[in-house]
C-alpha cells in the first residue's frame, strides 16, 4: 500500500514514521509513506495557502488552488482520496479494515479555520475521528495510518487483529501475564488449566460482560 499525506506540517509526521509497528512496516516494504508540504504547492510569491474568509469572519482559510495542485500531483486511478474533517463520517474499525484494501490513499489535512468549501468537491470521503475539534488534521491523518497499517497482510500477526476490540463489536477479552499471583490478585484458574475449549468459552463471556457494562451500544448494532 501506498499513501501519501497532503500538510502544512510535515514535520510532525517524522517521529510516527520511524517507530514502533509503523517503522518496521515502511522498512519491510509493506507499506510507503510520503509526506507532501502543501505550501511547496502555491504559485503565490509569498507562498500563502491561507486567506481571509470571503464575507468576513475570524480565522484564515485554507486555499483550494495548492490543494488542487498538491493531489493533482500525487492522485492515480486506484486513489482515494480522504479529506480529515470534523465533519466527516465517523471513523471506526468497520472503515480501516475497508481502507486497508486499497492500493493508494491520499490523506489532506486542514488546518487553520476550515478548508474553501470548494475543495470537497477534490475529494472522494470526508472522514472524521470523533466528535470533537483538533487543531488540524495531522493527529488525526495518522490514526487513520495507524489503525489501517496494523491490518496490512504481515505487519501484525493475523491472530493479533482477529481478536480485537470492535471485531463483531464486542471489546476484547482480559489478558494476563507472569506473575500467576501479583499483591494478593489472581491470574482467573481457567487460564491456567491448559483447557483450550474453556478458555476460549470463558473469553467470549468475558467480551460479551465488558461489552455489556461499559459499551453497551455495540451490542444494539447490526451493520457493522
Ligand atoms: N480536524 C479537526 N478535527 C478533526 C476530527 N475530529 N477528525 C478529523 N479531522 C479533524
Known sequence: MKIDVLTLFPKMF???????????AIKNKKVEI??????????????????????GGKGMVLMIEPVKRALDSVRTKDSLVIM?????????????????????????CGHYEGFDERIRSLVDLELSIGDYVLTGGELASQVIIDSVVRLIDGVIEKDSHLNDSFNNNLLDYPVYTHPAEFEGMKVPDVLLSGNHKLIDKWRYEQSLEKTKNKRPDLLKKEDD
Open 14 to 24: 517524522e517521529a510516527f514514521k520511524e517507530e514502533s509497528i509503523i517503522g518496521r
Open 34 to 55: 510520503n509526506i507532501h508540504n502543501i505550501r511547496d504547492y502555491t504559485l503565490d510569491k509569498h507562498n500563502r495557502v491561507d486567506d481571509y474568509s470571503y464575507g
Open 84 to 108: 480529515m474533517t470534523p465533519q466527516g463520517e465517523v471513523y471506526n474499525q468497520k472503515k480501516a479494515y475497508e481502507l486497508s484494501k486499497y492500493k493508494h490513499i491520499v490523506l489532506l
